[in-house]
């Protein structure tokens, strides 16, 4: 398995597996991907099997903003390269490769890289049942989140440095 940062040629796989692991309300779509992709490449973390096959990833944008708002799902232009955050908008694995740590790998990647980058630290939402996941990171709840995205009920998470 090998990590890599993502390319416009990534936006079939970006989008298929981003729709196998979300309710189409809460999955972002071609044109999102589009243009996260055209905004931000190297804040998509691809996870690869052995055969090249995309079963795991992490996007989202850097911004100065704290909070992770529902309006940068669908607007690429909230990306700041020199942001103080590393906003975390999906994490991703097809449900056959589930329950073998993939995604804590890309998630470890992420954390890796933002420290790296200089970031105050990532900001994630995420349902109820993930709130103590993401806590084995370092996530802290902050609480019921303003989004209402898909409909979904969700809960500010935040990883400080």
Known sequence: MKIRTATLADLAAVTAVEAACFPSAEAAKEEDFTAR???YPDHFWLLEDENGTLVS???????????LRDEMYADASFHNPQGAWQMIFGVNTLP???RQGL????LRRVIEDAKAQGRSGCVLTCKAALVHYYETFGFVSEGLSAS???GAVWYDMRLTF
Do not use: M, S, W
């Not at 990833?57 to 909070?67: A, C, K, M, R, S």
């Open 37 to 39: 992709l055209r905004a």
């Open 57 to 67: 990833f992490v996007n989202g944008l850097v911004t100065d903003e704290p909070i």
């Open 96 to 98: 056959a490769y589930r």
């Open 103 to 106: 995604a804590g790998q890309v």
């Open 148 to 150: 209402c995205h898909g």
